[in-house]
């Protein structure tokens, strides 16, 4: 069964630090969703990107997270520096540019900035 | 703009009896809507989608969903709960007026099955 991996699943740092998250989207999907989990905001999307091309980072803070696609099997979210309102669960999500097509996320990067 | 309510934060129903998350969207032209599930630690998962035909949808584990185009509305049911259906619930809604559309989710039900 088909899975979107990403890593690492947990990571505790301290504030300053670079954060960076990786991504592995299914074989075949061509967009690749970055999204943010926590209890007071819930699910927020951060970032999309179709053909490894940026369509929309607008819920990202551009001053210190950069979300890019070196190749269509890898997206990578980082995060410089990193500050304690950024602890939540960062997800992956891929499908194949279709927009009656389900989302398949990844199982999450549980992420502590101390 | 698209948008998402889920009104119930929290659903707790015993074992065996019937459910209901409730939904419902805001979305110009016709929508496509999707309902998650997500168990502790994992990501989210597809429970099923209405794309468009039949008004009543089947999905996995046994649930469904309705949608209902006059009242703008998409609940997920279940005959008979389980506990094993205790779990976060996202709602979601896509647009298909270009095919950059993201998806919006809702704000999650909490679903609780006491035994």
């Known amino acids: 069964d088909a899975r979107v991996t990403q890593t690492p699943r947990h990571k505790v740092t301290e504030m300053g630090q670079e954060v960076t998250m990786r991504c592995q989207p299914i074989?075949?999907?061509?967009?690749v969703f970055w999204y943010r989990q926590t209890m007071m905001q819930g699910l927020e999307l951060l970032a999309y990107?179709?053909?490894?091309?940026?369509?929309?980072d607008s819920g990202m803070p551009k001053d210190r997270f950069s979300a890019e696609m070196p190749d269509a099997t890898l997206a990578t979210l980082k995060i410089q520096p990193s500050e304690p309102r950024d602890s939540a669960v960062y997800f992956c999500a891929s499908d194949y540019q279709g927009i009656n097509q389900p989302q398949h996320f990844g199982d999450g990067t549980r992420l502590s900035i101390l | 703009a698209q948008s998402v309510a889920q009104p119930e934060d929290q659903v707790n129903v015993a074992e065996g009896n019937p459910l209901t998350v409730k939904c419902t969207y805001s979305?110009?032209?016709?929508?496509?809507l999707f309902w998650y599930v997500q168990y502790p630690n994992r990501g989210l998962q597809f429970l099923l989608k209405?794309?468009?035909?039949?008004?009543l949808v089947k999905g996995s584990y046994g649930f469904e969903a309705e949608f209902n185009k006059s009242q703008t509305s998409f609940h997920l049911k279940k005959p008979s709960a389980l506990v094993s259906d205790s779990a976060l619930y996202f709602c979601?809604?896509?647009?298909?007026?270009?095919?950059?559309?993201?998806?919006?989710f809702g704000s999650g039900t909490r679903l609780s099955i006491r035994p």
């Open positions: 979305v110009s032209g016709n929508p496509y």
């Open positions: 979601a809604v896509r647009a298909p007026e270009s095919s950059a559309s993201k998806i919006i």
């Open positions: 990107f179709r053909n490894r091309a940026p369509l929309d």
């Open positions: 209405y794309i468009t035909g039949d008004n």
């Open positions: 074989l075949g999907h061509n967009t």
